[in-house]
């Protein structure tokens, strides 16, 4: 009786992620054909081209605020443990009060001021929606480098579907959260998708999608990747349990595309839907994790 149940509740779960799946690409489609008929610009539809991104670094230079480390340590009350909230690829992230009184997120890492740094920071601050974590600005002193970004007061989604690092249990949201989770996250994706040139997230991930007091879904860390070329920063079970999101051309080509996203967010539909780790073993097999169940099991589930 167990495993039957188990089997039903396994169908039923990978039916409705792949059904949401669906949703998506067909709103992406839909998304994509809208904005493909709007006049770029910077003239070109060549999304190798880097107008559009020069463009929008001398729009932002007044826009991405340099923080003084001594704001910042004073805002994080010099760095304490009280204020450390997580470890992520780019390095430790701290809570933040400013004078002003705004709350922040300031991750921390080692590196040397350079204007690569810089220029990244105006671009990626340029990027404004509501489904965006917003990048407020940088610092580079004393050998390290800073990014200052709105701070999300709802946590992760993944802190409330399994808990943070997958210890604590977390809050259970109710299917209408998890539906306007869903459509938020898509919809943040998809913007940066739309840019021009696009901006590939290049790791989309259940933990880097935020929630506010209205469960508003924001997409963090957009583009941090590209601050740390072939580095990866974090703890090992990090690393392994990340590995998860990457679409097969990534794990072994290392190649990142729009889909390559997309195969993310499948992922995380899957685990938004479940209430479970997708590299956790799937309901009915204890060798297979929950991505490898539903593929294996992709043509009896259709």
């Not at 590196?111 to 920071?121: A, R, S, Y």
């Not at 601050?125 to 965006?132: A, D, G, K, V």
């Not at 610092?139 to 210890?167: D, I, M, R, W």
Request: glycine share 8%; hydrophobic share 40%; net charge neutral.
């Amino acid at each position: 009786m167990s495993a039957i149940l188990a089997a039903a509740i396994g169908g039923a779960v990978g039916a409705l992620a792949l059904i949401a799946l669906f949703v998506f690409l067909l709103w992406f489609c839909v998304f994509r054909r809208k904005n493909l008929s709007r006049t770029s610009e910077t003239g070109s539809s060549d999304p190798s081209t880097q107008e559009g991104r020069n463009v929008a670094i001398e729009l932002s230079m007044r826009e991405a605020r340099r923080f003084e480390m001594e704001e910042l340590a004073q805002a994080t009350k010099s760095f304490t443990n009280k204020s450390l909230i997580g470890i992520g690829k780019f390095g430790e992230v701290y809570k933040g009060l400013l004078q002003d009184g705004v709350l922040v997120a300031i991750k921390k890492r080692p590196g040397l001021p350079t204007q690569e740094f810089v220029n990244e920071v105006r671009y990626l601050s340029s990027i404004h929606h509501r489904n965006l974590v917003t990048l407020l600005g940088f610092c580079q002193e004393s050998n390290t480098q800073f990014l200052v970004y709105e701070y999300v007061p709802n946590g992760s989604v993944s802190s409330h579907l399994y808990g943070a690092g997958g210890k604590v249990p977390g809050n259970r949201l109710e299917f209408r959260h998890r539906l306007a989770i869903s459509i938020g996250a898509a919809k943040g994706l998809a913007h940066l998708h739309s840019l021009s040139p696009r901006l590939i997230h290049k790791d989309f991930k259940t933990a880097n999608v935020l929630v506010d007091e209205n469960f508003i879904a924001k997409v963090a860390d957009a583009g941090v990747r590209n601050f740390l070329g072939r580095e990866e920063v974090g703890t090992s079970s990090h690393i392994v349990a990340d590995q998860i999101f990457l679409s097969p051309e990534v794990q072994e080509f290392k190649r990142f595309s729009e889909k390559s996203d997309v195969y993310a967010f499948g992922v995380f539909l899957l685990e938004l839907v479940s209430g479970r780790e997708a590299s956790e073993p799937s309901p009915s097999s204890s060798t297979q994790t929950l991505v490898e169940w539903v593929m294996s099991n992709h043509s009896q589930i259709t």
